[in-house]
């Protein structure tokens, strides 16, 4: 079975930083673009950040662009969102997605598997 586990969230000061973490098993990992998205309670799923299997292409929501980004680490199976100069309208459940790739996408209907999500509080 697919299985997504984040980790690496908290409580944070505007203007800090904080490094999400996401351990993926389960799946081939050089066929599977990966994505964080973010949601609030009210609020439809965000993409944030989507990253291809080779990690040479990345895309970033325009609410995110210079201040996160995205990484992966395949000889550990693990993708990173680093989140710097954070914001309180950054304050959200931050979640790890995987989806056979066919093009990078932060659309979250197009994402086959989904982590249980970490809280990010600034």
């Known amino acids: 079975d697919v299985q997504l586990v984040e980790s690496g969230g908290g409580s944070v000061q505007t203007g800090g930083s904080l490094t999400l973490s996401c351990d993926a098993s389960?799946?081939?990992?050089?066929?599977?673009?990966m994505g964080w998205f973010r949601q609030v309670p009210g609020k439809e799923r965000e993409g944030v950040a989507t990253i291809n299997p080779d990690g040479g292409e990345t895309w970033y929501a325009d609410s995110v662009k210079g201040r996160f980004t995205i990484s992966q680490d395949n000889a550990k199976n693990t993708v990173h969102l680093r989140m710097n100069s954070l914001k309180p309208d950054d304050t959200a459940m931050y979640y790890c997605?995987?989806?056979?790739?066919?093009?990078?996408?932060?659309?979250?209907?197009?994402?086959?598997?989904w982590g249980q999500g970490t809280q990010v509080t600034v």
């Open positions: 997605a995987a989806r056979a790739c066919g093009g990078l996408t932060l659309f979250a209907g197009l994402y086959d598997y």
């Open positions: 389960g799946y081939t990992y050089d066929t599977y673009c």
